[in-house]
């Protein structure tokens, strides 16, 4: 997935909207106020994720640490998170090697962790609205 394919993609999420808190380059992707992802570019010294990635965009998003050890050994794009806890975040570059359907799946799991810790009346009113499925894949 590119830049345009992952926005679109955030922003089809239920109430998703973004926002620009850091600067105006780099968007943040949120659900009732909590971000779920966040939008970047390794400069072209590449400090952030290592000199090979320079000039590429990535992707913060939240995930489960165990997965998180598990991903890094399978997928080289995925990196310990630029900027945030290494611990509940990852970094995934978007490279073409990394493969779309991974990138949506860790998508809609940010997303589906932000949600279920969401106050209970935001989670419910998002509940009443749309499908738990749509939610919580």
Not at 26 to 47: E, I, Q, Y
Not at 93 to 110: C, F, G, N, Y
Request: charged fraction near 25%; glycine fraction near 4%.
């Amino acid at each position: 997935m590119d830049y345009q394919q992952v926005t679109e993609y955030c922003l089809a999420k239920p109430e998703a909207s973004l926002d620009y808190p850091f600067d105006n380059t780099v968007p943040v992707f949120k659900v009732k106020g909590k971000m779920f992802a966040l939008l970047g570019k390794c400069t072209d010294s590449g400090r952030e994720l290592g000199i090979e990635h320079a000039g590429l965009y990535f992707i913060n998003l939240k995930c489960d640490p165990d997965e998180s050890f598990m991903l890094r050994d399978i997928f080289p794009e995925i990196l310990p998170a630029y900027h945030m806890s290494k611990k509940h975040w990852i970094s995934i570059v978007l490279k073409q090697s990394m493969p779309a359907s991974e990138v949506v799946r860790l998508i809609d799991s940010s997303y589906a962790m932000i949600v279920k810790k969401l106050k209970r009346a935001d989670r419910l009113q998002l509940e009443m609205l749309h499908t738990k499925e749509t939610l919580y894949r």
